[in-house]
């Protein structure tokens, strides 16, 4: 299965078991930021992203250069709760 198919099943699943309402926020604050041309600025598959720093949970300074002198990483940003 591929990492595209997995998150769509992982999204499937959420959808399912999540209040209707709070979907319904979801999608429209979705389509909200579509339809804002915020699009045309994000990073594509294959970009490079731009350095930064950001404080962590435990208030350390994390630097995208530091993670990547030990190679390749994913990032995830969670936007907290709806």
């Not at 435990?58 to 190679?71: F, Y």
């Amino acid at each position: 299965m591929s990492l595209q198919e997995k998150l769509s099943k992982l999204k499937a699943n959420f959808e399912a078991k999540a209040p209707k309402e709070a979907l319904k926020i979801m999608h429209r604050a979705t389509d909200d930021l579509r339809a804002s041309g915020i699009m045309k600025g994000v990073l594509r598959v294959g970009d490079t992203a731009p350095d930064f720093e950001l404080i962590n949970a435990e208030e350390n300074v994390i630097r995208l250069k530091d993670l990547l002198a030990d190679g390749s990483l994913v990032l995830c940003f969670y936007r907290g709760k709806w």
